[in-house]
């Protein structure tokens, strides 16, 4: 089956650790993305990767850092410097720009709790 | 960052009764998306647009991409306890070659059986 996979689904760090949140696809998309979500809120943009070894900061980027060493994988650390990294992470990928393949398809996320 | 404007924020319903709801947005998308969460998992596509004035249809779901191509709506129709969620709206951009998606923020629904 095609799809995103996020692990782990929850994760609890000691505050002050850096923590790591995987992203992994198979539908073959050039573009992945990382969102928060906070209780009753929207979702944000920290990140966003078009093409394999390239990315841009998206809304809220301080705090956290990316990678895009293959196509299929988008990891994302949440570094100690986020002042509040208690949140619900979403991993996102599309392959924008194409007539009928601009949707964006969502994995099931990932809840970090920091103690 | 930008964040689309989608009303309402919350609403309670009958079961079997219509749902209304919409985004809106000072700038111009080239495509709305729209989606459904469930508590503690991932936004699911429902439907897609991607034309001035397309009206698209997904079973009892049926959206719309406005002619100014700054909003959007989306209809359910004899709406049941499954519908229960956070539905989303999304808009595309693209600036400098890259695409990003604006979001809503959200429209809870709670259906009363």
């Known amino acids: 089956d095609g799809g995103i996979t996020q692990s782990p689904k929850y994760l609890f760090r000691k505050e002050g650790q850096n923590v790591t949140l995987s992203c992994e696809q198979n539908?073959?998309?050039?573009?992945m993305y990382w969102y928060r979500q906070d209780p009753g809120q929207g979702l944000r943009l920290i990140y966003y990767s078009q093409i394999v070894n390239d990315f841009q900061k998206g809304d809220i980027a301080e705090g956290y850092s990316v990678s895009r060493e293959k196509k299929e994988s988008f990891p994302l650390t949440v570094t100690s410097a986020q002042k509040n990294p208690t949140a619900f992470y979403l991993c996102a990928s599309s392959t924008p720009g194409q007539a009928s393949y601009n949707e964006q398809f969502f994995g099931p996320g990932t809840r970090l709790t920091v103690l | 960052g930008q964040q689309l404007n989608q009303s309402p924020q919350s609403m309670f319903i009958q079961e079997g009764e219509d749902v209304s709801m919409n985004c809106t947005s000072s700038s111009i998308f080239n495509t709305w998306l729209w989606y459904k969460q469930d508590p503690g998992e991932g936004p699911v596509l429902l439907i897609a647009l991607y034309k001035a004035g397309e009206l698209t249809s997904n079973g009892r779901l049926t959206a719309q991409f406005g002619i100014t191509r700054k909003d959007s709506f989306l209809n359910i129709s004899a709406s049941i306890p499954s519908d229960v969620g956070i539905y989303f709206c999304?808009?595309?951009?693209?600036?400098?070659?890259?695409?990003?998606?604006?979001f809503g923020t959200g429209t809870r629904l709670k259906v009363l059986a």
């Open positions: 539908l073959n998309h050039d573009a």
């Open positions: 999304a808009g595309q951009t693209r600036a400098a070659g890259t695409y990003k998606y604006i």
